[in-house]
Every structure is written in structure tokens, then in C-alpha cells.
């Protein structure tokens, strides 16, 4: 998300500016400046990510669609929105040109206000127009941020962009669900009775050099009695555990043992996926 950031900036000051052409934006450390005689340039690097106060994570939705086999569910998230703190710096042959480029770089911006979403490339498009503070208090103090930089004090516009990530392009396989049929010898038409419970920890083990899944590898999940052997597409699961930390113990004949942290809360499932690397 963060390249898409820049490269909607640089076309936005590229077609608003006396700057010909993207390539004349740069984005880099501010200190490594171009060599003489390159021209006019406009540098922007982004100094600092944090999660944005005024936007907060709204959930997520869990798609899954289930068989009578072991089947994968997605679940979709919710943008997380984060503050993107970016400086905008000029350079020129002289003071003065390079105060031209900043006062058009300025007036382009203070025009949009906000990166309306028709302006946006196409991978931050779905969640409006991106807010954009231009000239206020850095989040980092000002005479701080130049010394981290190792930079002189210069002239510069301060940008926060809040920007959502979003996960939803890729769904991740997370939820995976067992399916149990039981004969119901109640019934006399000896129907099935289908009864599903929900996967907390799961997971898929593979050979780090093949790439391959492993079959028959011994997953003990430390502190419980609880442990069980991947299947053939090297999957795994645990049920019913209580909210907290776990330690899953990987073995498999001919790889070196391997122990992974697990997470169980009560708002999300986790699934790992886990390599094991040969003796």
C-alpha cells in the first residue's frame, strides 16, 4: 500500500507542478541528493507508520463453505487504517527554485486536500477518499526528525495520509472445520446425523526444502493431553481450547524437531503454517 501512496502523489504533483514527469520525484533518504546538473526534484520519504486514531478497525466477516470433507473457509478483514507521515522536500540550483517547487507543490495540494478516490491508483480504490493533513506538527518533533535523519534543518511540508490496508485481496485460509457423520440408530431410515465443530488452532506442515506436505507428523500441544498426527495434505487441528497462549510441538522422522506459539483468543482462529527443515 505504501508504494501506491507515493506513486498517487507523484502524479498528482507531477501534473500540478512545473515538474515534466514522474521521474523527477524522488524516494529516497532526503540526504542523498541527486547529482548536480540532474534538475529540479521533488523527494518524498515517508519517516514514520502509525495506527491512525480516528479510524478503527471495524471487524471482519468470515466466508466458509463446508463438505463433507475438510474444507477451507477465508476470512476477510476489515481495512486497518494507519497514519502515513511523509516530508516533502525540494531541490533546485538555488533557494529560491527550490521555494518555487515547495510553494507549487503546496498550492496542488492544499487544492486536493484530501487523495479523492478518482485520483487514486487502482490498488487503493474501495474505501473513498484517502484524508490528507498537509503542514501541521510532524508526529516526531520536528528538530528530532531532522537529527534522526542526520539531515541540515530545511525547508519541508509535513503530510500525514491516513491509508487502509486491507487484507480482503488475498483471503488467507484460517478456519478449517471437521465434519463428523454419525450413524443415528435412533432414526429408522438410518439417516445421517451431521455434527460440526469449530477449529481453533490449526495448521499445515510442509518440508522447508520440497515444499511438500508431511504425513504422520506428531503435533503435541504442550501443557494438555491434547495432540494428533497430520494427514496426508499435512493438515492438523486442535478443538475446544481455552482462551491463552499455546506451544505446539512438531515431530517427524527424518526432520528436526520444532516448537511454534500459538494464539487463542475469542475473536479470531489461528492457522499456522509450519516448515520443518530435514536432519
Known sequence: MLIFVLQTLAEILAGGTSLTSTE???FSHPGNRREEGAGPTLN??????????????????VERNTTRHLQAGTVTWAPAWFDVSLLLTAWDRTTLGEHHFLSEALTVLIRHRALEEEFLVP??????SLPMMIGIQPSLEVGGLWSALNVPLRSALYLIISVPFNTQGTPTPLIWERIFHLRNNMHENGSNQILSKRVVIAGVVKSATTNLPLLATKVTLLGTRK??????EGLFFFENLEIGNYVLNLNCPGYLPQNINALVDNQSHTFKEIFLTPE
Not at 123 to 128: A, M, S, T, V
Not at 227 to 232: G, I, V
Open 24 to 26: 523527477q520525484i524522488d
Open 123 to 128: 490498488e487503493l480504490r474501495g474505501n473513498g
Open 227 to 232: 495432540f494428533m498426527e497430520s494427514n496426508k
Open 44 to 61: 518524498l520519504y515517508i519517516y514514520d507508520i502509525r495506527e491512525s486514531k480516528q479510524y478503527q478497525q471495524a471487524g471482519r466477516q
